[in-house]
């Protein structure tokens, strides 16, 4: 069972080809919803490193996500959707992001940028120094 991922006709081209306009979920999948994920180290704590840097930031979030995914028995290309949050945002901090969660997913990062996608900006997050937090829905394989 996989996940099928389109563009229609029709519809907005992909910013940068980052996501895909539409995921389809194969008929009876599971899909577990993931809460938002931050660059908290093992501590509970803003890893080192993290204050004020969105790529060390985006690559702890996504070290988190992926301990998450793989006590499910999944990968990133079971990622149905995610929800990326920011306190502010521009092209270079995008980048940064993206170049932090490539690190973290590894091998896997061929389906980084498969899945549908949101981003959101935030004033703040429960602390003042996370800059990014992360929320996905993934399909559980069978």
């Known amino acids: 069972m996989s996940l099928e991922h389109i563009n229609p006709p029709g519809s907005a081209p992909p910013y940068k080809n980052l996501y895909s306009n539409v995921t389809i ?4 999948a599971k899909l577990a919803f993931v809460s938002s ?7 509970g ?3 080192e490193g993290g204050s004020g840097n969105y790529y060390v930031q985006a690559k702890q979030t996504w070290i988190n996500i992926m301990a998450i995914l793989k ?7 079971d990622i149905v959707h995610k929800q990326v949050c920011y306190v502010e945002f521009n092209e270079e901090i995008g980048k ?3 170049a932090g969660g490539l690190e ?3 091998p896997e990062g061929e389906d980084f940028l498969k899945s549908s996608l949101r981003y959101a900006g935030y004033g703040n ?3 003042p120094d996370v800059l990014i937090s992360v929320d996905v829905i993934v399909m ?3």
Request: charged share 10%; hydrophobic share 40%.
């Open 104 to 106: 973290a997913v590894g």
């Open 45 to 47: 704590e803003l890893v």
């Open 25 to 28: 979920v194969p008929p009876g």
């Open 96 to 98: 940064s992001s993206v």
């Open 37 to 43: 994920q931050w660059a908290s180290g093992p501590d």
């Open 125 to 127: 997050f429960h602390r």
């Open 71 to 77: 006590a499910l028995g999944c990968g990133v290309k």
């Open 140 to 142: 559980i394989p069978n």
